[in-house]
């Protein structure tokens, strides 16, 4: 591999660090990049599988007006407050008139993203698979492929419904991150300061996740809605892409230390993020020491078994940013930029003191061991059709018979 490294290394670390890099199962979540190139920037960096999203809870990667039409209202409420500074009559005059929509198609959009990725492997030529369960990705890793498990960030794709969620997963969903940073129907969302937590519909989600052997993904919650949620699962959970509070005081992803030893404690995985603004305050990028802290810091906290990589790729677009007010793009940190360049965080793991077992766990060990975890917890047959007052019909909308 002949990526150019941010690190110093000696020989015999170097050596040690390609190797380690090479023997490991290299297994990332949280990318929503789904483009067939994407799959040979993968194989580049020597990555063996990666959890993809199908969906996201808002549409940021559209123009100003389509994303603000997929706010909750809360939202609205708040980015009108927001830029009423900014003294723009047409601004002002557009969110109050998204503002009165009621948008779906979420579903609609993940199935089109869904076809463009399992289009992907048909057309690869078997070297590139989805991956069912977690040994579909040690075969993957044996016979040099590439695997995609299926996430979603946030719910909004399954419409309230849980038939929606058994069917997504009969299509190979094995991930559902239970809600983006917006307020949806799951539960109070990370800009929450009420106190509230999971509703009886996100208790109800997580408890069917667990059941179908789901990976129930706790990212961009409230804390409150992250403890309500540990409190109903019988499975361990994920947080897919964050961090130490505890280094970065004023951003609400990181997680503060009791948080960290929850998930921790339960069997759960806290998946380190790779974006700069996550892993220092400020602007500008961040250097590779500066992300490192934040395994460190977990490390120390709450031991190795639990950290996994969240880097959170996604294609930066420049109306993203314009969405949110900001300058940006922040970018991610200093030789891990795209999934490319993944060897560099090997390098950087091998250069904070970290063990080989250790270095194992971190690049993909720990985040296999915790897909097992989940499906172990899988009960698809003991499941009785529920009564449908008033009969299918009425589900359906007049589409099926009563």
């Known amino acids: 591999m002949s990526v150019t490294s941010p690190v110093r290394l000696s020989a015999e670390q170097e050596e040690r660090a390609q190797g380690l890099h090479s023997e490991s199962i290299v297994f990332i979540c949280h990318d929503h990049k789904i483009l067939f190139d994407d799959i040979g920037a993968m194989v ?57 929509r009621q948008v779906d198609g979420f579903l609609r959009r993940a199935l089109v993203a869904l076809d463009y990725i399992y289009w992907n492997v048909d057309s690869s030529g078997g070297d590139v698979v989805i991956a069912l369960e977690p040994e579909d990705i040690v075969d993957a890793k044996n016979a040099s492929k590439s695997a995609l498990v299926l996430g979603s960030e946030g719910a909004r794709l399954l419409e309230g419904r849980l038939e929606v969620l058994r069917v997504l997963t009969r299509w190979g969903l094995r991930h559902l991150e239970l809600s983006w940073a917006w307020e949806t129907p799951v539960g109070a969302p990370q800009s929450d300061t009420s106190g509230n937590g999971l509703g009886p519909y996100g208790r109800e989600l997580v408890r069917e996740l667990n059941r179908l052997g789901v990976m129930v993904d706790l990212a961009h919650l409230a804390y409150q809605s992250m403890y309500d949620a540990l409190d109903v699962s019988s499975a ?36 380190m993020a790779l974006l700069s603004h996550l892993a220092k305050p400020g602007f500008g990028q961040a250097t590779l020491d500066q992300v490192l802290a934040h395994f460190d810091y977990v490390a120390e906290l709450a031991g190795t ?31 891990v930029e795209d999934i490319s360049k993944m060897l560099n965080l090997t390098r950087g793991l091998v250069s904070h003191g970290y ?12 985040l296999l061991r915790f897909f097992g975890d989940v499906r172990a917890h899988a009960d698809v047959e003991g499941r009785a059709y529920p009564t449908i007052p008033g009969g299918l019909g009425v589900l359906t909308e007049g589409t099926t018979p009563l």
Request: glycine fraction near 12%; hydrophobic fraction near 40%.
């Open 44 to 100: 580049a960096g020597g990555v063996t599988a990666k959890q993809v999203h199908i969906s996201l809870d808002g549409q940021p990667f559209a123009d100003r007006r389509t994303f603000f039409s997929s706010a909750s209202p809360s939202v609205i409420t708040a980015e009108l407050a927001r830029w009423q500074e900014q003294a723009d009559p047409e601004l002002k005059a557009m969110l109050e008139e998204v503002g009165t």
């Open 236 to 271: 361990p959970v994920l947080i897919s892409h964050t961090g130490a509070r505890a280094l970065h005081e004023k951003h609400v992803v990181l997680l503060p230390d009791e948080v960290i030893t929850a998930v921790a404690s339960g069997g759960g995985i806290i998946a």
């Open 305 to 335: 078994d639990c950290i996994a990589i969240g880097p959170d790729y996604f294609p930066v677009d420049p109306r993203m940013w314009e969405n949110w007010g900001q300058s940006g793009p922040y970018g991610w940190g200093e030789g």
């Open 355 to 366: 063990s080989d077992d250790d270095v194992k766990k971190i690049l993909g060990g720990n």
